[in-house]
């Protein structure tokens, strides 16, 4: 059950992102929170869970690429 919740809210977050919804740094804080309880209960390994948090702010913080 944790690791499919997981994974959807990753794709939520990843969906917000792109879209620049208003509600992206909430998604995104749950879904930090979610990947760390994950983690706590055994179900991701620390170094799984720690490269999906860093993947999903790199892409939070990664400028806006121009639209040709």
Do not use: C, F, Y
């Amino acid at each position: 059950m944790w690791k499919q919740k997981v994974k959807t809210m990753l794709k939520s977050s990843r969906a917000q992102i792109t879209s620049k919804d208003a509600h992206t740094k909430e998604t995104i804080t749950r879904t930090i929170s979610t990947i760390d309880r994950a983690i706590q209960k055994g179900i991701l390994h620390r170094n799984t869970g720690a490269r999906m948090k860093s993947r999903l702010l790199k892409l939070l913080r990664a400028p806006a690429k121009k639209e040709a």
